[in-house]
């Protein structure tokens, strides 16, 4: 008693299982020399694509749950583990709408973002 192969029925036949080897192959060929293009494209690409320009703003987040930010600082800051880079407008609207946030007092980013009266 055989296995049915659930994937494709193969052709019962020696011949007709010869031809379909050789498709295999003459397929598996063509995908090979496809992924070497485009592997070697990809690499051209990666040595002209410009590193990203460091985020000027770091919002970081407290502890527990919630996650909450908790303190905005420059990219000169030194700030902790938890943080993320973060836009201007980002920066401006936490600084503006969350309540428990501040300014680090340390790189002190309200002064570069113009918002003195926080």
Known sequence: MSIPDPLLPLPPRLDQLL?????LELTLARVDARI????????VL???RPLPEP???WLE???GIQRAPTRVHTSACRRGSRSRPASREE????????PTVIA????????DLGLLDL
Do not use: M
């Open 19 to 23: 031809v379909v080897r050789r498709w």
């Open 36 to 43: 070497e293009a485009v592997g070697e494209q990809e690499a």
């Open 46 to 48: 990666a040595q002209r």
């Open 55 to 57: 985020a000027a703003w």
């Open 61 to 63: 987040y407290g502890r």
């Open 91 to 98: 920066a401006v609207e936490t600084l503006r709408s969350v």
């Open 104 to 111: 680090c007092p340390l790189c002190r980013p309200e002064s």
